[in-house]
């Protein structure tokens, strides 16, 4: 079984509507990330959270939401999508041991916005 | 400061060759640099990494150069095969902070 699952795994939507975006892990990892990525653009971090209880604004915040359920579990949340909002969407979790930030990552969502 | 730069954006390269992408960053402070490697449909995974204190780590076919004073690292892929064709993406941190990410390179071998 995957360690990182993301879901949906497609989702075409229209402009002006809410979506979340689900994130699961059984790493048993403190820390989440959300990061989306588009072509010639890299990886852009949206969230992420170090633990239940911290949350952090990454690079491209605005227009997002998140939610972290469990340690296990966090959420993205789209308020009212948008087209430029059109991209792939990456979870990733880590665990800082050794002084490493080996990031694991999902198989991603890919999003459609029209 | 905190921008990590790659290039080329994309690269091809003939099977057997070597395939060579470069970054460049301004943050002393940096003190962890990674290579993720994906493939089409799939997430960006851990290849090879490295710390300041060592100029070059080797993993097989893969080798991370690091030039402190030059602010540079750079993935060197020897003997470069089909099965490498995927997208390549720099990164650092600090302190175990987020990883600060490059734009990606496409990289395509030649049969």
């Known amino acids: 079984d995957a360690d990182v699952t993301q879901t949906p795994r497609n989702r075409i939507t229209k402009t002006g509507k809410r979506i979340m975006l689900e994130c699961s892990q059984t790493?048993?990892?403190?820390?989440m990330y959300w990061y989306r990525q588009d072509p010639g653009l890299g990886l852009r971090l949206i969230y992420y959270?170090?633990?239940?209880?911290?949350?952090n604004k990454g690079e491209i915040s605005d227009g997002y939401s998140v939610s972290r359920q469990a340690q296990a579990k966090f959420s993205l949340s789209l308020e009212s999508a948008i087209p430029n909002q059109t991209a792939l969407y990456f979870c990733?979790?880590?665990?800082?041991?050794?002084?490493?930030?080996?990031?694991?990552f999902g198989p991603g969502t890919r999003l459609t916005v029209l | 400061q905190q921008q990590v730069k790659q290039s080329p954006q994309s690269l091809i390269v003939q099977k057997g060759g070597i395939s060579i992408i470069n970054c460049a960053y301004e943050?002393?402070?940096?003190?962890?640099f990674p290579w993720y490697q994906q493939f089409p449909g799939k997430g960006p995974a851990l290849l090879i990494a490295?710390?300041?204190d060592v100029s070059e780590k080797k993993e097989g076919r893969f080798t991370i150069s690091f030039n402190k004073s030059a602010k540079q690292f750079s993935l060197h892929i020897m003997d470069s095969q089909p099965g490498d064709s995927a997208t390549y993406f720099c990164?650092?941190?600090?302190?175990?902070?987020?990883?600060?990410w490059g734009a990606g390179t496409k990289l395509i071998i030649k049969p």
């Open positions: 990733a979790t880590s665990d800082f041991t050794g002084g490493y930030n080996e990031q694991f």
């Open positions: 790493k048993g990892h403190d820390r």
């Open positions: 959270s170090f633990d239940v209880k911290d949350i």
């Open positions: 943050n002393t402070a940096f003190d962890y």
């Open positions: 490295i710390r300041p």
């Open positions: 990164a650092a941190s600090y302190s175990n902070y987020q990883l600060i």
